[in-house]
């Protein structure tokens, strides 16, 4: 099991630029979660789909960020246009079912430096 | 509403004991504790339901009270690969994990 994969690892940018994060899920996880780690606000969550399907983007925080998940197994978080604020590490994470008994696993992240 | 985690950051000596708290304003429907090495991802440790269970985890147990809507977890006779962030997950009903800001824990020889 090759686990969650994301990429970049890093990825450093000018401010304006688009930013596109990727995400492979878990093989046979229904559920896929982005969140956003910054030494002030911690984990939050962005957005969360069940079964290919956005069912809670209420954390995205502004029209700059969008996220798909075209099919089962990739996924992706852009940032378009991208400002210093965004410099932070975006975990995506699967589990077998979005409910609170199945256990998340994350990517290795991907830190994102917006100059 | 995130959980709110204590203490912010400890440090023990290899041996020592530590109890990490989080609690929350609502009710729980589940907690969850990860643990994250410094630029490293979270890592899963347990997930505790509802009924006041405890689970262990090598030296690492945990226990959740959801009438006080709170869990502890539990760190006996620490090593030095204990040391990280440790997250509590908590999730009020069938909705993703809303994680506390963490407790940072150090330990030194």
């Known amino acids: 099991d090759a686990g969650v994969i994301q990429s970049p690892r890093h990825e450093v940018t000018e401010m304006g630029q688009e930013v596109t994060l990727r995400c492979k899920p878990i093989s046979g996880h229904n559920s896929l979660f982005w969140y956003r780690q910054t030494m002030m606000r911690g984990l939050e969550l962005l957005i969360y789909?069940?079964?290919?399907?956005?069912?809670?983007d209420s954390g995205m925080p502004e029209d700059r960020f969008s996220a798909k998940m075209p099919n089962a197994s990739f996924s992706t978080l852009k940032i378009q246009p991208s400002e210093p604020r965004d410099s932070a590490v975006y975990f995506c994470a699967s589990s077998l079912r979005g409910s609170g008994n199945s256990p998340l696993h994350f990517g290795n992240g991907t830190r994102l430096t917006v100059t | 509403q995130q959980p709110v985690q204590s203490p912010q950051a400890v440090i023990l000596r290899e041996g020592e004991d530590a109890v990490i708290n989080c609690s929350s304003s609502k009710a729980l429907y589940s907690v969850h504790w990860y643990r994250q090495k410094h630029g490293e991802a979270p890592v899963f440790l347990m997930i505790?339901?509802?009924?006041?269970e405890q689970k262990g985890h090598e030296k690492i147990s945990a226990s959740f009270n959801e009438k006080k809507q709170q869990s502890s977890l539990y760190l006996t006779a620490s090593q030095l690969s204990y040391s990280g962030t440790y997250f509590c997950?908590?999730?009020?009903?069938?909705?993703?994990?809303?994680f506390g800001k963490g407790t940072r824990l150090s330990v030194i020889a």
């Open positions: 997950g908590t999730e009020p009903g069938n909705t993703p994990l809303v």
């Open positions: 789909f069940n079964n290919n399907v956005p069912i809670d």
């Open positions: 505790l339901l509802k009924g006041g």
